[in-house]
């Protein structure tokens, strides 16, 4: 099983000109601070570095823009992952760019399950499957304030892309279902829907080869010059219609490319100016004369804290103009591609109409001497296409065998039950120090119960659940085991004594090895030997103090990402 921890996390709002950083290394860190001190936003930052992001985000953290650098450690290898305006990178340990990407579901999901051995396929919005965004894979590590006290495996937003997901997730996690079980059932899946369109081709070979039979019964022996006539306008004129289609894309894709040309100018542009506003950053810091003389046209510049400031911010809004530029540049690419995969279809489609027309000219010439055996040839053409899609249609059905065999035998009786009676034995002992008393019923036996508690009883069964649920998977799975970060469990206003319980639990009763990042008001007068961190300015969480410094480190992760 592969460990994920926290190392180190960097926030930027170049909108607001502050930052701020964060150790977050040690096996327990507290975030603690009173409500508006952006303890929440702190932690929420963490997982959504990653991908993730909670089920809700105050505005005010949403308009400061902020980008944000996690330091990770993955079985002894350091990782930095940048997220800037809805783009993902991946660093090595020297800060080398190595990957990125812009989708969550189709370029961060796959890099993530690549990286913390997350393989499992879900069905996802479509019929698609997939690896599931990378908050199917933090789901049992994260209780958000918001939705985590309310609600099991729910703490993360996007979750409806897959529907019906929870049973799902909380098999894999746990072990009842390992990998190998998804592997061969995204195989199953796969082959499914490919013997479906098989299935489909094959009724409309039966449906066309009926009409075929059905009008042919009604033309006799005789030639009728006039029906092969009419035959060929009709195709001369869909001809036309698909080559006008063909024209209309192929003039869309030169406008695009235009456009593309247009943009990567725009981003060429952008990054030279970048570059050399960045030098003549680092010439003023070097420089310490009051005034600086322009070699070119002797003109006196302050050399002032106000025109350096003036080069950060021209600095920081090209580096916007190239991001954007770049978008713009990707999402053109996107479309031309688009357009580019709807073009052999319809030439095909004109190639065969042509090839018909061809033909039909030939019969007109031939006349009813060739009839009989183009009619002969045509039967054969359908009964050949029929037993090359029969036989396609078998080998997939004896892959779904195999693959049904195979997921049957990740299934077995014993080890599930084995697994529920570990969970159980968490759980029964969790409730018990956590004060929880008559636990209902459908709890034991179901690793993804349904939990309908209410008041301040709530978030200690939570919490005892989410903890039984954890303890399962450092036993059992076979995917990764990664930070577990609680925030707030103080709700429903506990009194003291479950206060100081929940507090205590959450720290000492995590697996053994595992890294824990709470967020809460207050530690209750536990005692506490990890970091604590102690935010002190209200709704002011980023600091203009820690902008410079920030930056400059952030900067050529930045950087890299602009001129990938």
Known sequence: MKRLKFRKLWLLSSREKKARVEDFSNLTTAVVADN?????????????????????????????????????????????????????????????????????VKALAPKVGELLDFEVTLKLKGGKNAVPPPAFCFLPFYLDQEKGWVDTWASFSGLEMVSAYKDDIARYHTGIRPKEYYRSKAAKDEATVERGELAQERAALTKARKRFKDKRKHVGISLDVGTFEDRIKALLKEQNALQKSYDEIRNEISHLQAQRTASQEEVEIAARVLSELEADIKFSQKLSDAEIVCPVCSTVHENDFANRFGLHNDADACRIVLLESRGKVEKLESEISLQLKSIPALQTRIDQIQSILEETRGQIKLGDMLRDESERLVDGTFEEEERAIDGDIGVLNEKIAAAKKEMSAFEKKEHKDKIIEFYAGKLREFCTKLGVENVPSNMWDNIRPTIRETGNRAPRLILAYCYAVLHTINEFSTSCFCPIVVDTPLQQDPDPKNSERMISFAINERPKGSQLVLATGSLQGVNFEGREINPVNKEQLLQAEQYEPVRKFMLPFLNAVLTD
């Open 36 to 104: 508006d001190f952006g303890k929440s936003s702190l932690v929420k930052s963490l997982y959504a570095t990653l991908g993730a992001d909670p089920s809700r985000t105050p505005e005010p953290w949403k308009n400061a823009k902020v980008e944000s650098l996690l330091e990770i450690e993955v079985d002894g290898s350091i990782f930095f992952v940048l997220k800037q305006a809805g783009r993902f990178a991946l660093f090595d340990e020297g800060g080398k760019l190595t990957w990125t990407g812009n989708s969550v």
